[in-house]
C-alpha cells in the first residue's frame, strides 16, 4: 500500500518568512496529493491540493508543487502570519485506495 | 448543525467497559470514515463506507466495531479496550468515496483516554 513521509516534524519560522513542507510517496499510482491544516483542538481542514497532471498550483499564499518523477510534493507557504501556525498533513491516494497520511508538521510563526 | 459533529468530545473508560462514539454528518455526503490520531503519528484510517457498505478496513483490532446505519450516521463501537488505543478518533465524509473525488470533510474528533 501507500506510505506516505512528511519532513520536517516541526519547523518554526519567523513571521514573514516562507515555509516548505516536503512529502514522498511510494506508490507510483497516487495521483491526487491534498494537503489539511489542523489548528491547534481543531479539525483538519484542506487547504490545497494537487493532482498527478499538474506540476504546480497556487492559492494566494500557499502554493503546493509535485514532481512525479522523483514522488514527492512539498507545500510552500509565503509571507507567514501567526495564524499560519498549526499542523499540516499531507496525503496521497490512488484511485484503488483510500487517503494515507503523513504523519504532520507543526509549523510554529513566531511574531 | 452542519458539517461533521462527533460525540462525546472527551470519553475516559477503562479496559473492561463498553462504549461507542458517535458520528454525524449533516453535508448530504454518501461516504464515511474513522481515523485514528495519535501523537507523531500519521493519521491511521480504521474504517471506510460508502453508501452503508463497509469498503475498507485496515487489520483493525476487533475490540473496535463500526456500525453504518445509514449514509449520515457512523458508530464506533468500543470494547476490551487497552491503553495504546488512547488517541484522538477522527470521523469524516466525502461526497463519493475520497479516492475518486476529493475532500475530505473532518468531525472535530473524540479524545479517548483507556485507563
Known amino acids: 500500500g501507500e506510505n506516505v513521509e512528511q519532513h520536517p516534524s516541526t519547523l518554526s519560522v519567523q513571521e514573514g518568512d516562507s515555509a516548505v513542507i516536503k512529502c514522498t510517496y511510494s506508490?507510483?499510482?497516487?495521483?491526487?496529493f491534498p494537503w489539511y491544516k489542523q489548528e491547534l483542538g481543531k479539525r483538519p481542514q484542506l487547504i490545497i491540493d494537487?493532482?498527478?497532471?499538474?506540476g504546480e498550483k497556487k492559492d494566494q499564499r500557499i502554493a503546493v508543487t509535485l514532481n512525479k518523477t522523483a514522488k514527492h510534493f512539498s507545500l510552500h507557504i509565503t509571507e507567514t502570519q501567526p495564524e499560519d501556525s498549526a499542523v499540516y498533513f499531507c496525503?496521497?491516494?490512488?484511485?484503488?485506495?483510500?487517503?494515507?497520511f503523513g504523519a504532520g508538521t507543526r509549523l510554529t510563526v513566531k511574531p | 448543525e452542519t458539517g461533521v459533529t462527533q460525540t462525546p468530545r472527551h470519553l475516559v473508560m477503562g479496559m473492561t467497559n463498553k462504549k461507542s462514539l458517535k458520528c454525524e454528518q449533516h453535508?448530504?455526503?454518501?461516504?464515511m470514515y474513522w481515523y485514528k490520531q495519535s501523537a507523531k503519528k500519521p493519521l491511521e484510517l480504521m474504517f471506510v463506507?460508502?453508501?452503508?457498505?463497509?469498503?475498507e478496513n485496515n487489520s483493525v483490532p476487533s475490540r473496535f466495531s463500526p456500525e453504518c446505519p445509514n449514509s449520515s450516521h457512523l458508530f464506533l463501537h468500543l470494547h476490551t479496550l487497552q491503553p495504546e488505543d488512547s488517541a484522538l478518533y477522527l470521523c469524516?465524509?466525502?461526497?463519493?468515496?475520497?479516492?475518486?473525488?476529493?475532500?475530505?470533510?473532518f468531525g472535530e474528533g473524540s479524545r479517548l483516554t483507556v485507563l
Open positions: 469524516a465524509s466525502s461526497q463519493g468515496l475520497a479516492r475518486w473525488t476529493g475532500e475530505l470533510f
Open positions: 496525503a496521497a491516494y490512488t484511485l484503488s485506495n483510500d487517503m494515507r
Open positions: 506508490d507510483s499510482a497516487s495521483n491526487y
Open positions: 494537487i493532482r498527478s497532471n499538474v
Open positions: 463506507y460508502s453508501l452503508e457498505e463497509r469498503v
Open positions: 453535508l448530504g455526503h454518501n461516504a
